[in-house]
């Protein structure tokens, strides 16, 4: 019997958003468990303005989203709908939690 996959993505670019959204989207389509860790310039409001919906769709699909508060404060950054607000301990957490993780740093 197979495990089902555990999805650890963590964004840390500005330019990762695009690849981590569509690595969640097809792994929850799949079946598998996601995890999302972002921070650092992946948090500026300039990364998030394009991608607010689609990360509030993919909690509303099952994704658990965290978002690094210390980063969130540092950039001015507003958190969307479904994503909570966490820190490097969530990071840690989505790490050991995976079985797969990709790391767009």
């Not at 670019?13 to 598998?32: F, K, Q």
């Not at 990071?91 to 939690?97: E, N, P």
């Amino acid at each position: 019997m197979l495990t089902p996959l555990r999805l650890g993505i963590v964004v840390a670019r500005i330019d990762g958003w695009p690849t981590a959204i569509g690595l969640a989207e097809a792994a929850l389509r799949r079946g598998s468990d996601v995890r999302l860790f972002a921070m650092d310039q992946a948090l500026a409001p300039t990364a998030l303005g394009s991608v607010t919906a689609a990360l509030s769709t993919l909690a509303e699909a099952g994704a658990a989203i965290v978002f690094c508060a210390t980063a969130c404060d540092a950039h001015g950054s507003s958190v969307p709908n479904g994503i909570e607000l966490g820190s490097q301990l969530d990071h840690a957490r989505t790490l050991q939690w995976a079985t797969r993780v990709v790391a767009l740093t």
